[in-house]
């Protein structure tokens, strides 16, 4: 398509809203909480974030003889790991959402773009479940009649 038929070329995307090989924009940056929870996905799911979760477990445990194994000690690691994983949960899905949407753009494009591609699969993400299943098992009849 041309960009007379009102769909965009790949000329119209514009140089700063491509992302670089680290993740990164080169002009347009996310904000709000996305911005947050995108960066809080990258430092979390570095090794060093790993080794500094284990280095405190091992501390705690150290220290429990220094408290007796009291219940309070027990609680702190408790609350501590509950905190900490219930926020995780939505800046990890915040982060799935946000790569799911871009995963679909981009095949969506491809499926456009491709000339004996059908463009009616594009978009079928927003159809519910028993109608993309239908269309999974047209596509897999297709291809056994192909083999």
């Known amino acids: 398509m041309t960009p007379t038929d009102g769909e965009p070329s790949r000329h119209e995307i514009e140089p700063t809203d491509r992302v670089g090989a680290a993740g990164r924009g080169s002009g347009r940056s996310v904000g709000g909480f996305a911005g947050f929870a995108a960066a809080m996905a990258t430092l979390t799911g570095r090794p060093a974030s790993f080794a500094v979760a284990c280095v405190v477990v091992v501390v705690w445990a150290i220290s429990g003889p220094f408290f007796h194994f009291s219940d309070t000690w027990q609680l702190v690691i408790n609350t501590g790991t509950t905190i900490v994983t219930f926020l995780m949960v939505f800046v990890i899905q915040n982060a799935q959402n946000r790569d799911g949407l871009a995963i679909q753009v981009k ?9 004996d591609a059908r463009n009616a699969l594009v978009g079928i993400e927003h159809l519910d479940d028993r109608r993309v299943a239908e269309i999974e098992q047209d596509l897999e009849r297709r291809a056994a009649s192909e083999r």
């Open 107 to 115: 095949l969506d494009e491809l499926i456009r773009a491709t000339h």
